[in-house]
């Protein structure tokens, strides 16, 4: 099941984000279920969120990927939202 991880940076968070971001990438590559992930940009250019898409059983596994996110264990995300996607292309 692919999942679609949109998770809305909190206001004058880039610092956390610059300071986690190692951590956070290692954790993309390490965990197995990634299959595309890139930080959302405001107009500036600047990182304001994370939109990650997850291979995943189902929205249970989603949810405990996210509790172990060290961009979520920092704060960073004023928002995550969770939803079911389907690839056409």
Not at 14 to 34: F, M, W
Not at 64 to 78: I, Q, T
Request: aromatic share 6%.
């Amino acid at each position: 099941m692919l999942i679609a991880l949109i998770g809305r940076d909190k206001p004058g968070a880039l610092q956390t984000r610059i300071d986690n971001r190692d951590a956070h990438v290692a954790y993309l590559k390490s965990s197995g279920v990634v299959t595309q992930a890139g930080p959302l940009l405001d107009d500036a250019g600047q990182m304001c969120g994370s939109l990650v898409v997850l291979d995943v059983a189902d929205m249970a596994a989603a949810t405990a990927w996210v509790a172990l996110d060290p961009y979520g264990k920092a704060g960073l995300f004023k928002s995550v939202e969770l939803i079911h996607w389907n690839k056409v292309i």
